[in-house]
């Protein structure tokens, strides 16, 4: 089973979410996930755990904050993960919404609040050692307008690592990497 783990302030739904649907059809589940970081970690343990417990097979793909996600959880799993654009340091990134009395959902337009507590909690998922690189493709576009591609590059640098140029943060032409990301969770 595949599991797709979207970014900040999206949803199971989003495009990127429906064009992996999809590809890989009934091999993938994308769902939304809650705002709150430790509530997102613990919903996808719970999820990935019940896989396990079957004897799945489990596969990560995660975008941006959802990269993030995936990177600490296919550490933890020993699993296999493609990270699309990831946020590497999202307590640096997501500080811009501290005080802001609430945030929109990118696909749904519903609010939620997002504080300092949950962007410390973020620090308790930061993967300093990652322990088989082999296990990680991780997609880079130049271009990112929300994310500094070059800290996802030196971070993941022992991963597979491709680099665009160009692009965008939402990972212009996907589609073209379904057939590798295929490959890679066989």
């Known amino acids: 089973m595949i599991i797709y783990i979207h970014g900040f302030a999206s949803s199971g739904f989003g495009s990127?979410?429906?064009?992996?649907?999809?590809?890989?059809?009934d091999e993938i589940i994308t769902i939304s996930l809650p705002t709150i970081p430790n509530l997102a970690i613990n919903t996808l343990e719970q999820l990935i755990e019940?896989?396990?417990s079957i004897d799945e097979e489990?596969?990560?793909i995660?975008?941006?904050?959802?990269?993030f996600?995936?990177?600490?959880?296919?550490n933890k799993y020993d699993l296999k993960a493609v990270l699309i654009n990831p946020a590497v340091n999202p307590w640096g990134t997501l500080d811009r919404y501290e005080g802001v009395d609430f945030v929109t959902n990118y696909y749904d337009g519903s609010r939620f609040e997002f504080n300092a507590n949950h962007i410390k909690?973020?620090?308790?998922?930061?993967?300093?050692?990652i322990k088989t690189p082999e296990n990680f493709i991780t997609l880079l576009q130049e271009d990112d307008e929300v994310l500094d591609?070059?800290?996802?590059?030196?971070?993941?640098?022992?991963?597979?690592?491709?680099?665009?140029?160009?692009?965008?943060?939402?990972?212009?032409?996907?589609?073209?990497?379904?057939?590798?990301?295929s490959t890679f969770f066989r």
């Open 121 to 129: 909690s973020l620090k308790n998922y930061e993967v300093d050692f």
């Open 16 to 25: 990127k979410a429906e064009k992996f649907k999809e590809y890989f059809e």
């Open 69 to 74: 996600y995936a990177l600490y959880l296919a």
């Open 149 to 181: 591609f070059s800290e996802a590059a030196q971070k993941l640098e022992d991963t597979e690592l491709i680099i665009e140029e160009g692009g965008s943060h939402s990972f212009e032409d996907i589609e073209r990497y379904f057939r590798k990301i």
């Open 50 to 52: 019940a896989f396990v």
């Open 62 to 67: 995660g975008s941006s904050l959802g990269g």
């Open 58 to 60: 489990v596969n990560l």
